[in-house]
Every structure is written in structure tokens, then in C-alpha cells.
């Protein structure tokens, strides 16, 4: 392992923002949801990167938690690839090195190192060398700062970025129920707070991006959950409520009428859940000025 991020000022000694069972609970609908549309000119960038001829790619997985976005994104990619995952957490580190895939789409060999600090922040030499930066579910923890900062080091690097899974704002359950729209509001209100960017940035993503010269595409990326689903929707359902109710106290009451509600229809196998995300793939120029 080798610091290349700085931590933020609460310290190293604060808890980790995700348990990874509930990282491990979501990983079958992440890999479900994410955009396969974004794949194609991603592919095309990497293939015309200066330097790529017969060279391998260098992916850095930002905030990787337990590396689930190297295991869906490595074998969907040819050649040989070298991934640094970067995350505050030791213990997710160390099962996201463990897990990683070994092979890329046409075989070649896969590699992986591990780098630990908090992922808000890039230092300006954490890119040197990079092909492609990943994340996935980070962008709504940021801060426009943070946001800001990321754009940039990919662009001072000249390597794309593709980022998702970022929370829409927007969530549908079947059937409706009057307090959907009073619940959303009051979870996407928690998900602001301390300067977060929450639903709103995938699209401070892309400006901040585009201001730096990049070509930007975004593509909705939903969880889709129904019966088969029931674990995470369940977790989902606590988490979403529990957040809302935290940011607003005077829906105690109703929120947990309406928790129970939902919970009783999910065990029934009654209930279908959309969670709204959105992938972003910004194709930075090239540090060398090509195309």
C-alpha cells in the first residue's frame, strides 16, 4: 500500500462510510444497472490513448470499496490491465485485491495494488500514468470542491473517467403511496447535507468536466428490484426511510407506518422498486493534444 490521497481533516479514525455487506448485497444490481452504451466509446478512446500501442491500461478505481466495479469492468475490456484501488478502508481494500478478476475480456492478465486514503481529494501526482479512472456511488458523496477536483486531475491526466451509479433523486415504488413524494424529498434533502452534492451531482460532474475540455455523455443506470431482489430491497428501504425520518424528525410517525407497510409488501413479494441512477463517461483530451 502507498498513500497518494490525502484523508480528510476528521481523520483516520473515522468509521467507514459503507459495511461491506451491504456493498457485497448490491453488487448483483449495480452490475445489472450500470450502462452498457458507455462501454462502446469508452473502448474507443482507450484502443487511440497516445502510447497505448501495445501497451496495457492503467485503471485507477476511485473510493473501489470491495472492488466491485473492477469485477464487472475488467473482463468486459481487451488487454492487459493494472488496476490501483484506491479507498480509506483497509479491510475493503484488502477483500477488493483478494476478489479482483485475474483475466480481461481476450484473456490477458490482470493485475492489482491497493492504496489506501480518503478519495476526496486526489493529490496531483495520484493519475501520473493513467489510462482510466472508475468509480462507482461516489459522486453523491462529494462536494462540489471534490467534484471540481477530481475533473480535474483526470483532465491534467488526459484519461477518461467513468463514473456510476450516482443517486438520481428520483425512486419509484409499485404500488404509489402518498408518502413517496414526502420521503423522497426528505432523502434527498439528508443526502445535501454538510455540502454534499447528493442527486445534484452528476451534473455539477458534467460541467465541471466540460469545463475542462471533455466530451461528456451521460446514460440512466437503474436498480430495477423486484421479488428476487427482496435482501437489498429490504436494506434499501430502512436505509432510504431511516435517512429521511434523521433529516426531517416530524415524519416519525407516518415514516414508520409506511416503512412497515412496505417491508410486510417486499416479504410479500408484492413490491417493485426503482432507484434512478446515472453513469457518466467524460472523455478528456488527450494530455499529448491528439484526438
Given amino acids: 500500500e502507498r498513500a497518494t490521497v490525502r484523508l480528510r481533516d476528521t481523520g483516520e479514525d473515522e468509521p467507514p462510510r459503507y459495511a461491506p455487506e451491504w456493498l457485497q448485497l448490491r453488487e448483483p444490481a449495480d452490475a445489472a444497472a450500470r450502462s452498457y452504451d458507455l462501454l462502446d466509446p469508452l473502448r474507443i478512446r482507450l484502443a487511440n490513448l497516445p502510447g497505448r500501442a501495445g501497451g496495457g491500461l492503467v485503471v485507477h478505481d476511485v473510493g473501489c470499496g470491495t472492488g466491485s466495479m473492477g469485477r464487472w469492468l475488467a473482463p468486459r475490456l481487451d488487454g492487459t490491465q493494472?488496476?490501483?484501488?484506491?479507498?480509506?478502508?483497509?479491510?475493503?481494500?484488502?477483500?477488493?485485491?483478494?476478489a479482483s478478476p485475474r483475466s480481461a475480456a481476450d484473456g490477458s492478465h490482470v493485475t492489482v495494488e491497493t492504496r489506501r486514503g480518503d478519495v476526496a481529494r486526489l493529490t496531483p501526482d495520484a493519475l501520473a500514468g493513467a489510462s482510466l479512472v472508475t468509480a462507482s456511488a461516489l459522486l453523491d458523496v462529494l462536494t462540489?470542491?471534490?467534484?471540481?477536483?477530481?475533473?480535474?486531475?483526470?483532465?491534467?491526466?488526459?484519461?477518461?473517467?467513468?463514473?456510476?451509479?450516482?443517486?438520481?433523486?428520483?425512486?419509484?415504488?409499485?404500488?404509489?403511496h402518498p408518502l413517496d413524494a414526502e420521503i423522497t424529498e426528505a432523502f434527498n434533502a439528508h443526502q445535501r447535507r454538510g455540502g454534499l452534492l447528493g442527486p445534484d451531482a452528476v451534473t455539477a460532474a458534467?460541467?465541471?468536466?466540460?469545463?475542462?475540455?471533455?466530451?461528456?455523455?451521460?446514460?440512466?443506470?437503474?436498480?430495477?428490484?423486484?421479488?428476487?431482489?427482496?435482501?437489498?430491497?429490504?436494506?434499501?428501504?430502512?436505509?432510504?426511510?431511516?435517512?429521511?425520518?434523521?433529516?426531517?424528525?416530524?415524519?416519525?410517525?407516518?415514516?414508520?407506518?409506511y416503512l412497515a407497510e412496505r417491508l410486510e409488501a417486499c416479504a410479500a413479494g408484492k413490491l417493485r422498486v426503482v432507484v434512478h441512477h446515472t453513469d457518466l463517461l467524460a472523455l478528456c483530451r488527450p494530455v499529448d493534444g491528439g484526438a
Fill in 82 to 98: 493494472h488496476w490501483v484501488l484506491h479507498d480509506r478502508d483497509p479491510y475493503l481494500l484488502h477483500f477488493a485485491a483478494v
Fill in 144 to 176: 462540489r470542491e471534490e467534484i471540481g477536483a477530481l475533473a480535474a486531475a483526470c483532465a491534467g491526466a488526459g484519461c477518461p473517467a467513468l463514473l456510476t451509479l450516482s443517486v438520481a433523486g428520483r425512486v419509484e415504488l409499485t404500488e404509489p
Fill in 206 to 257: 458534467a460541467e465541471a468536466f466540460t469545463e475542462h475540455g471533455a466530451t461528456v455523455r451521460l446514460n440512466p443506470s437503474p436498480w430495477r428490484l423486484g421479488p428476487e431482489e427482496a435482501a437489498l430491497t429490504e436494506q434499501w428501504l430502512r436505509g432510504w426511510v431511516g435517512a429521511a425520518v434523521e433529516e426531517r424528525p416530524e415524519l416519525t410517525e407516518r415514516a414508520g407506518a
